[in-house]
């Protein structure tokens, strides 16, 4: 009856792999060292090609802000490089978008000439497989947390142990010892 510590001890480290990876997006800067440019006929698309990007990252566009800025678009008028309609547009020099949904986020330069050499990305967010039906995170994995057949002890063993679940994760390793010996001298 040991498995009931593992499966609980697995359920608080997936919670908390879970919980880090949606405050702790990677940081990528488009196009790295060059940039968001027209200088050098950076690849974007290639950039771009070789990440798996996932919800949470920020995706960071550094330039001269005189000479660039940043439009996101959509389909169409990405591939148009049209900019008459932007969703939503950045002129800093240094703007950090979060990518808070999947699927593609279109981004160009709205400078005239500047999309049509090359100054266009396409960040796109792929769905993790195994959780394709439910919201990003844990969903998928916490309720796979169970216990034995139930008995009136058992339940109210349940319920102590879920008072404890949002204490610190050692507390609830060690409160849960007693179950752990108890269960396996069942
Ligand atoms: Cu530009």
Known sequence: MASIFENRAMAVLCLIFAL???????????????GWTTIGNVNYKLWAANKTFQLGDIIVF???????????VTHAEYRACNTSSPISTHT????????ETHGHHFFLCGVPG????GQKVDINVLRAPSVAPNPPGFSSQVPAVTFPPSSPTDVSANSALNMHFGKPGWLLLVLQLPLVFYFSNK
């Open 62 to 72: 550094e330039y001269n802000p005189q000479f660039h800025n940043v439009i996101q």
């Open 20 to 34: 880090l990876q949606v405050a702790n997006g990677a940081v990528y800067k488009v196009g790295d060292s060059a």
């Open 92 to 99: 800093t020099g240094n703007d950090t978008i979060t990518i």
């Open 114 to 117: 500047h999309c049509q050499a």
